[in-house]
C-alpha cells in the first residue's frame, strides 16, 4: 500500500520555469490537498480539492495551479517559479474522520523540495 | 484569522523522560485539535486528536490537553524514547472542510 506518491522528490529550477508536481493517492480518497511548508511557517495550504471535480483556494495560492485529474490524481503547477516559491511541497488526502473529533485524518506523501534560483 | 503558536521551537530530553510540547492558538472557534508528527525527510503524520468540548485526551504514551480559556494545547509523551525525535506540529480544525491550520512546529531530540 504506497498511501501518497509524489514526484519529483527534488527539483531544482531557474527563475521563471514552469513545473507541475505530481501527486497520487491510492487508498480510495475523495479529498487531496497541496501544502507547503517554509522554515518557521509550518504547513500553508495552497489548494485543495473536496471531491473529484472541484478544487478551492487554500491560504496561499497565489502563483498556482491545480488540476484534479480524477480521484486518484491531483497536481500543482508553477507557471512562472519565482525564488519565493522555494519550500517543501506536501501533497495529502484524507477521507477517514476520527471517532473522537470528526477530524479528517491527512495523510502526507514524503514531499518535494523545490528550490528556485 | 487563525494563527497558531508554540512556545518552544526545540526540546532535548533524556529517554526515559517525559516530554511536553506546548501550542498556543487565537482561533476560538476551532472544532478539534490535532497533533501531528513529522520525522526526518517524511510527511508529517497524525498521532493524535481532541475535540473542542474536551479537556483531555489520553492515547498510547501521548496525552495531549486542552485549555480554552487560555487558548493553550500541550501534548505530553511518557517515557520519551529516540524514535520519538521528530518535529512535532499542533493543528486547528474547524468547519472549512478538511483545511487545517498548522503551528510552527517543535524539534523534540531524545538523547540515549
Known amino acids: 500500500n504506497a498511501g501518497v506518491t509524489q514526484t519529483p522528490k527534488f527539483q531544482v529550477l531557474k527563475t521563471g520555469q514552469s513545473m507541475t508536481l505530481q501527486c497520487a493517492q491510492d487508498?480510495?480518497?475523495?479529498?487531496m490537498y497541496w501544502y507547503r511548508q517554509d522554515p518557521g511557517m509550518g504547513l500553508r495550504l495552497i489548494y485543495y480539492?473536496?471531491?473529484?471535480?472541484?478544487?478551492d483556494k487554500g491560504e496561499v495560492p497565489n502563483g498556482y495551479n491545480v488540476s484534479r485529474l480524477n480521484k486518484r490524481e491531483f497536481s500543482l503547477r508553477l507557471e512562472s517559479a519565482a525564488p519565493s516559491q522555494t519550500s517543501v511541497y506536501f501533497c495529502a488526502s484524507s477521507e477517514t474522520r476520527t471517532r473522537i473529533s470528526g477530524a479528517n485524518v491527512l495523510t502526507f506523501g514524503a514531499g518535494s523540495r523545490l528550490t528556485v534560483l | 484569522g487563525e494563527s497558531v503558536g508554540l512556545h518552544l521551537p526545540t526540546l532535548s530530553v533524556q529517554e526515559g523522560d517525559n516530554s511536553i510540547i506546548n501550542c498556543a492558538y487565537s482561533?476560538?472557534?476551532?472544532?478539534?485539535f490535532i497533533w501531528y508528527k513529522q520525522e526526518s525527510g517524511k510527511g508529517p503524520q497524525f498521532i493524535i486528536d481532541i475535540r473542542s468540548n474536551m479537556d483531555k485526551r489520553q492515547g498510547q504514551r501521548v496525552t495531549v490537553l486542552l485549555n480554552k480559556t487560555v487558548k493553550h494545547l500541550s501534548l505530553q509523551i511518557a517515557a520519551t524514547q529516540p524514535g520519538d525525535s521528530a518535529v512535532y506540529f499542533c493543528?486547528?480544525?474547524?468547519?472549512?472542510?478538511?483545511?487545517?491550520?498548522f503551528g510552527q512546529g517543535t524539534i523534540l531530540t531524545v538523547h540515549p
Open positions: 493543528a486547528l480544525g474547524g468547519t472549512s472542510y478538511g483545511k487545517l491550520t
Open positions: 480539492s473536496a471531491s473529484e471535480g472541484t478544487t
Open positions: 482561533n476560538s472557534a476551532s472544532d478539534y
Open positions: 487508498m480510495n480518497h475523495n479529498s
